[in-house]
C-alpha cells in the first residue's frame, strides 16, 4: 500500500478531453475548498484540511516522526500561498502503525493544533457522523502530482496547486458487523470506456472521475450533507492496478480513513466540548475476494502494490 498524492484527471484522447489544468481549484476566497491547505513537512508537500478555527486533520504518515517545527500549514485563500501558519502540536491516532486489514494501514490520522487561528474568512469544516452507503459520491480535494488516467502520473505536485475531482465509494472495510462503522473506504478509477472498472459500478464521466496520487496524502474526501460541505474521510492509500501494476491509471484503486468511525477521538483530540455551536463554513459489499488479499502479498508475487504515499 501506498500514501497518496495528487488528484489525476480523466482521459485526453476522448470526447469530452480531460487534463490536468481542468482540474485546478481557483485559490479565490469564494472557493468553496479554501479552508483545503499544502501542509509543508520537512522539505515534502502534503495535504491537510481545517476541521476547527485551530485545527487541522491529515494522515497520520505523513506527519508521523515529524516535530511541529518541522510543519508548516499554507492556505491559498484568496491567491497563491496567502498564508503560512506553524503548527504548535500534533497528535498522531494511537492505533496508528498497529492495525491493518488486509494490508490496509488503518487509523490512519493525525490532529494538528496550529500556533495560530485561521485568518478571518477562511472556512473549516463540520466532520460526519452518520452512515452512508455505498455508492456514496465523494469530492477530492489535494495537492501533489497530477497526469491523467490513460498515462498515469507525469507533474509534481505544488503547495500552491489544489486540485479537485470526484469518485464514488464502492467500498467499505473492515465488514462493518466487526465495528460500530467501518474504518477505511475505497474507490476505483473506472476508465471512461468501460474497460477498466475494478469494483464495480459506472464511470462518473470522463471530467468528473478521478483518484488521488503522490502528495494527496491527508487530503479530505468531501460530501455534501444537509446544505454544506462536511469531511467523510481523509485520503491515505493507493492500491495499484492488479493487471498493470500502475498507481495513478485507470483501474487502479484509491481510499483512506471513514471519520465517522473515529469521532469521539477526533472530538477528543480537539477538546471540543459537545455544543450546539456552528463552525464558520462555506457551502457549497465485501471486498474482491482475494484482491486486497493479493495486495498485501504483492512483494512476494509482483501482482499488485498497496501503497502509503510520501
Same mark, same amino acid.
Given at each position: 500500500?501506498?500514501? $497518496?498524492?495528487?488528484?489525476?484527471?480523466?482521459?485526453?484522447?476522448?470526447?469530452?478531453?480531460?487534463?490536468?489544468?481542468?482540474?485546478?481549484?481557483?485559490?479565490?476566497?469564494?472557493?468553496?475548498?479554501?479552508?483545503?491547505?499544502?501542509?509543508?513537512?520537512?522539505?515534502?508537500?502534503?495535504?491537510?484540511? $481545517?476541521?476547527?478555527?485551530?485545527?487541522?486533520?491529515?494522515?497520520?504518515?505523513?506527519?508521523?516522526?515529524?516535530?511541529?517545527?518541522?510543519?508548516?500549514?499554507?492556505?491559498?485563500?484568496?491567491?497563491?500561498?496567502?498564508?503560512?501558519? $506553524?503548527?504548535?502540536?500534533?497528535?498522531?491516532?494511537?492505533?496508528?502503525?498497529?492495525?491493518?486489514?488486509?494490508?490496509?494501514?488503518?487509523?490512519?490520522?493525525?490532529?494538528?493544533?496550529?500556533?495560530?487561528?485561521?485568518?478571518?474568512?477562511?472556512?473549516?469544516?463540520?466532520?460526519? @457522523?452518520?452512515?452512508?452507503?455505498?455508492?456514496?459520491?465523494?469530492?477530492?480535494?489535494?495537492?501533489?502530482?497530477?497526469?491523467?488516467?490513460?498515462?498515469?502520473?507525469?507533474? @509534481?505536485?505544488?503547495?500552491?496547486?489544489?486540485?479537485?475531482?470526484?469518485?464514488?465509494?464502492?467500498?467499505?472495510?473492515?465488514?462493518?458487523?466487526?465495528?460500530?462503522?467501518?474504518?477505511?473506504?475505497?474507490?476505483?478509477?473506472?476508465?471512461?470506456?468501460?474497460?477498466?472498472?475494478?469494483?464495480?459500478?459506472?464511470?462518473?464521466?470522463?471530467?468528473?472521475?478521478?483518484?488521488?496520487?503522490?502528495?494527496?496524502?491527508?487530503?479530505?474526501?468531501?460530501?455534501?450533507?444537509?446544505?454544506?460541505?462536511?469531511?467523510?474521510?481523509?485520503?491515505?492509500?493507493?492500491?495499484?492496478? $492488479?493487471?498493470?501494476?500502475?498507481?495513478?491509471?485507470?483501474?487502479?484503486?484509491?481510499?483512506?480513513?471513514?471519520?465517522?468511525?473515529?469521532?469521539?477521538?477526533?472530538?477528543?483530540?480537539?477538546?471540543?466540548?459537545?455544543?450546539?455551536?456552528?463552525?464558520?463554513?462555506?457551502?457549497?459489499?465485501?471486498?474482491?475476494?482475494?484482491?486486497?488479499?493479493?495486495?498485501?502479498?504483492?512483494?512476494?508475487?509482483?501482482?499488485?502494490?498497496?501503497?502509503?504515499?510520501?
Amino acid at each position: 500500500m501506498q500514501p $497518496a498524492h495528487a488528484i489525476m484527471a480523466g482521459a485526453a484522447k476522448t470526447s469530452p478531453p480531460d487534463y490536468p489544468t481542468l482540474r485546478v481549484d481557483q485559490n479565490s476566497t469564494s472557493s468553496p475548498w479554501g479552508g483545503v491547505g499544502s501542509l509543508s513537512v520537512k522539505g515534502g508537500t502534503y495535504s491537510a484540511v $481545517a476541521i476547527g478555527p485551530q485545527h487541522v486533520l491529515t494522515a497520520a504518515h505523513v506527519v508521523a516522526g515529524a516535530m511541529p517545527a518541522d510543519i508548516v500549514f499554507n492556505l491559498n485563500y484568496g491567491g497563491d500561498l496567502t498564508y503560512q501558519i $506553524a503548527a504548535r502540536s500534533i497528535i498522531v491516532h494511537p492505533g496508528y502503525g498497529k492495525n491493518q486489514f488486509r494490508g490496509i494501514r488503518l487509523d490512519d490520522l493525525a490532529v494538528v493544533t496550529l500556533a495560530s487561528p485561521l485568518p478571518s474568512g477562511v472556512p473549516y469544516y463540520a466532520l460526519l @457522523s452518520q452512515p452512508l452507503d455505498i455508492g456514496t459520491t465523494i469530492q477530492l480535494v489535494g495537492y501533489g502530482s497530477t497526469g491523467d488516467g490513460e498515462q498515469g502520473a507525469t507533474q @509534481s505536485g505544488q503547495a500552491a496547486v489544489k486540485r479537485t475531482g470526484r469518485n464514488v465509494i464502492d467500498q467499505f472495510a473492515p465488514p462493518v458487523k466487526r465495528f460500530e462503522f467501518p474504518r477505511a473506504y475505497l474507490f476505483d478509477f473506472d476508465d471512461p470506456y468501460g474497460k477498466r472498472n475494478t469494483l464495480g459500478g459506472a464511470s462518473l464521466g470522463n471530467m468528473i472521475e478521478s483518484t488521488v496520487a503522490s502528495g494527496d496524502s491527508g487530503g479530505p474526501a468531501f460530501v455534501h450533507l444537509d446544505g454544506e460541505w462536511q469531511v467523510a474521510g481523509i485520503n491515505t492509500f493507493q492500491i495499484s492496478d $492488479a493487471a498493470s501494476g500502475a498507481m495513478t491509471r485507470f483501474g487502479a484503486l484509491g481510499g483512506g480513513m471513514w471519520l465517522p468511525a473515529y469521532s469521539q477521538w477526533l472530538a477528543d483530540s480537539m477538546k471540543l466540548q459537545q455544543t450546539s455551536q456552528q463552525s464558520p463554513r462555506k457551502t457549497g459489499d465485501a471486498l474482491p475476494s482475494g484482491y486486497l488479499w493479493m495486495v498485501g502479498l504483492a512483494g512476494l508475487f509482483g501482482v499488485s502494490r498497496l501503497r502509503f504515499w510520501h
